[in-house]
Nanobody, 122 residues
């Protein structure tokens, strides 16, 4: 069982930056691939990016490539999402997820956080 808690969301102007954090409970964090997803009002949940257990493999949706960076610190049981050059269309609730398989985390997760709101004003 893994419990996930996101933080770091907020209101930012277009072109600004935010860093989201996702703290995980448990001693097996390093065994999980981690992902970030987002859901805007009236839209389906969307995959944003993922990182494998060791941190040496990442994958992003095309719309955030070059702007967002995922990283993890297994010693701190934490995964991060650095978001730069934010756009109004990035506005959404951002969710952190964990899955045992990297192939799975790029589509969904086995465990989910509660989400954190990111709002980008124009």
């Amino acid at each position: 069982q893994v419990q996930l808690v996101e933080s770091g969301g907020g209101l930012v102007q277009a072109g600004g930056s935010l860093r989201l954090s996702c703290a995980a409970s448990g001693r097996t964090f390093s065994m999980y691939a981690m992902g970030w997803f987002r859901q805007a009002p009236g839209k389906e949940r969307e995959f944003v990016g993922a990182i494998n257990w060791s941190g040496d493999n990442t994958h992003y949706v095309d719309s955030v490539k070059g702007r967002f960076t995922i990283s993890r610190d297994n010693a701190k049981n934490t995964v991060y999402l650095q978001m730069n050059s934010l756009k109004p269309e990035d506005t959404a609730v951002y969710y952190c997820a964990a899955a045992r398989l990297y192939a799975r985390i790029v589509t969904t997760g086995d465990y989910w956080g509660q989400g954190t709101q990111v709002t980008v004003s124009s």
